[in-house]
């Protein structure tokens, strides 16, 4: 018999598919134009805006930042206008803005730039004892008329400066010492102002005059050693209103310093500036006054201070170039300039190359002035071509702004 059929039974099971997750869609990158609705700056609206920035950062120097919302204000105008895009660019507006407060006893030299000119971790022992109390280290700085040296005050526990002034009877200057070196320590004593060296005490040993005073360890001459290219020009900024501050206090007591340079301008750790040497200083009864030629190092001097010797005209009477004041404003303004750069304005190898170069520079002597050279006899045969100048705009133009250049300008007087 034929084999029964086989039952057909349920259908074979399958393996059930499951279908692959289809990829990943990339996300599209971000519009490089921003969408339609918003307004898009151009080029005219975000150089007006990179102006008024400008406008608003020297506006906030003029006036000393003191509001922290609007300086936040200011950041973020300048993030909008393309200029401090970067973190440095934003830290360089804060330094310039942090730096450029003027109010009393907040304009610093920055430590970073102070620290540059590394001091000795340790002193040298004590090699002499002086008024039996202080102990001398090291001699830090020497003149004409006397030393400054760095000693330690046994009873006070304070590091000062002490002065010596050379006194030899034998010396034929010994006269004009002892004139010097009192009216020295008698404006010392007057000038009581931060941004002047304080007088501490005197005393005499062996017929020599000491004049103690606060030791202060470095000089603007060693910030500049250390800065051979000159300085940012917010730090140009607090050196020059702390000599200024100096000097408008000097002024009114109707003295003229007559002797500013760098080596002469110490820095305190704190970044506190301050006038030292008061040497060649002199009270004076007016604007313009005859007093003695010899003053200031050459590279500093004023154009009324360059005309000649002093020489006696034909009735035998003794004929100097008068000067006051404005000479220590012209120094400033020299020195401004040297900080800027790191170079010299005018460094002449003779008075007449000198005030060549000032001429060069400012323009011609006035006629007070020529007539004073050409009468000297000193100067007989001497032209002085002025020839072609060379502005100021043209060396500092990329370092300062026009304030700044404004202002190098205003002490840069050939008529003050």
Request: charged residues 30%.
């Amino acid at each position: 018999a034929p084999p029964a059929p086989l039952s057909p039974g349920p259908p074979p099971r399958l393996a059930k598919v499951v279908p692959e997750p289809p990829p990943p869609v990339a996300e599209a990158p971000p519009p490089r134009t921003p969408p339609r609705d918003e307004p898009r700056m151009d080029l005219l609206e975000r150089e007006k805006m990179q102006e008024e920035f400008r406008r608003n950062v020297k506006r906030a120097i003029r006036e000393g930042m003191e509001d922290k919302d609007r300086l936040k204000a200011l950041l973020k105008q300048a993030e909008m206008s393309g200029i401090a895009k970067a973190d440095k660019a934003v830290k360089d507006v804060l330094d310039l803005l942090s730096a450029a407060r003027v109010p009393e006893g907040r304009v610093k030299i920055p430590k970073e730039v102070i620290e540059m000119v590394p001091l000795p971790e340790t002193d040298a022992p004590a090699w002499r004892v002086l008024g039996s109390q202080y102990e001398v280290s090291k001699v830090v700085g020497e003149g004409a008329y006397g030393m400054v040296m760095k000693s330690f005050n046994r009873k006070t526990r304070q590091v000062v400066a002490i002065k010596e002034f050379k006194v030899n009877d034998d010396d034929p200057d010994a006269e004009e010492v002892r004139r010097t070196s009192k009216r020295e320590v008698a404006l010392l004593k007057a000038l009581n102002h931060k941004n002047i060296v304080k007088y501490l005490s005197e005393f005499y040993e062996k017929e020599k005059l000491y004049v103690v005073m606060e030791f202060v360890p470095r000089n603007l001459l060693e910030v500049l050693e250390a800065h051979h290219n000159g300085l940012h020009e917010h730090v140009v900024r607090c050196c020059i209103y702390q000599l200024c501050k100096a000097m408008q206090f000097i002024h009114k007591q109707d003295i003229v310093y007559r002797d500013i340079k760098p080596e002469n301008l110490l820095i305190d750790p704190q970044g506190t500036l301050k006038l030292c040497d008061f040497g060649f200083a002199r009270k004076v009864s007016s604007e313009k006054t005859i007093l003695t030629d010899y003053v200031a190092t050459r590279w500093y001097r004023a154009p009324e201070l360059l005309l000649g010797p002093p020489f006696r005209d034909e009735n035998g009477r003794e004929v100097r170039s008068p000067y006051g004041k404005a000479v220590d404003m012209w120094a400033i303004g020299c020195l401004m300039g040297e900080l800027t750069d790191g170079e010299p304005m005018f460094a002449g190898d003779s008075d007449i190359d000198q005030l060549m170069r000032i001429q060069k520079v400012q323009g011609g002597l006035t006629e007070e002035m020529a007539k004073l050279f050409r009468v000297n006899p000193n100067n007989q045969g001497i032209k002085l071509n002025v020839g072609k100048q060379d502005d100021l705009q043209f060396k500092y133009g990329d370092k300062l702004d026009s304030a700044g250049l404004d202002f190098l300008r205003s002490l840069l007087l050939i008529d003050p």
